[in-house]
């Protein structure tokens, strides 16, 4: 029986989704703060603070 097409792509992506999620860093509420007041102290830019830290959104 064939597929619908689209159907393989939704299960691929499905798969790439699961795994992201399963490998996402998960971060303490001490290690939220610090990255957070990093951000209001304005000493580099959210852009840097995001690659330093490996947030993605």
Partial sequence: MR??????KSHGEKVVKDIRRAT??????EEKI???L??????????????????VL
């Fill in 3 to 8: 597929q619908k097409p689209g159907t393989r």
């Fill in 24 to 29: 996402r860093k998960q971060y303490s509420a």
């Fill in 38 to 55: 990093d951000g209001l102290k304005g000493e580099d830019s959210i852009a840097e603070l995001r690659r330093r830290e490996g947030i």
């Fill in 34 to 36: 610090r990255i957070v």
